[in-house]
């Protein structure tokens, strides 16, 4: 929102040179007082206050004005209209200027982030869909021959794996005994699951 002081007539010194946005102040004259742009009011109602349309109808400003660090009090000003502040000077608020802002961000950082919550949702899913299973397998010399003994831990729980676990342990047996070879040694196979 413009603003502009003058004194009988004679723009002030001092006074802002482009619009000011809300919460932005300046001080009138050589006198220790100041204004703040409070905000923007759409419409200020005839009978007195702010209006309850949203809408820019009859717009204006809320204007603080400060004697030092005391506040004075607060003002309606309706736009393009001045207000008489005694002493010669004036206030004059211009008609409003409608800017957007654009605000560009570079963060080096995000690929590391993107990349360590790629590798925890990874985790995850391994955690959840992989069964992870230990299989131990120990072999012994025995007086006959090999002993072979099978072991597998799991955090899941053995049902999940009974069945690929037997199947191992009979492909081992069938492996170790083939029907038609000569016959030097036995092999023995133990089974244990934890």
Do not use: W
Not at 22 to 42: A, D, L
Not at 183 to 188: G, H, L, Q, S, W
Request: glycine content about 14%; aromatic content about 10%.
């Amino acid at each position: 929102m413009p603003f502009t002081i003058t004194r009988d007539g004679v723009p002030v010194a001092g006074t802002p040179s482009g619009p000011l946005k809300e919460g932005e102040g300046f001080g009138i004259g050589q006198t220790s007082r100041s204004v703040r742009y409070s905000r923007f009011v759409g419409t200020i109602d005839p009978r007195g206050g702010i209006g309850a349309d949203p809408r820019p109808n009859n717009p204006g400003v809320a204007l603080d004005f400060f004697d030092g660090d005391q506040p004075i009090g607060q003002v309606l000003v309706p736009l393009e209209r001045g207000l008489d502040l005694g002493n010669g000077y004036r206030l004059n608020v211009g008609r409003y200027v409608l800017y957007s802002g654009i605000q560009y961000r570079h963060d080096p950082g995000i690929p590391l982030v993107g990349i360590g919550a790629f590798v925890l949702l990874a985790g995850l899913c391994i955690s959840f869909y992989f069964l992870p299973a230990r299989l131990y397998v120990r072999v012994d010399e025995a007086a006959q021959g090999v002993r072979v003994g099978i072991a597998a831990t799991t955090v899941k729980g053995y049902e999940i794996f009974e069945e690929q676990f037997q199947s191992l342990v009979e492909a081992l047996r069938r492996e170790a005994q083939p029907p038609s070879a000569p016959r030097r040694a036995a092999v023995t196979v133990a089974e244990g699951v934890s």
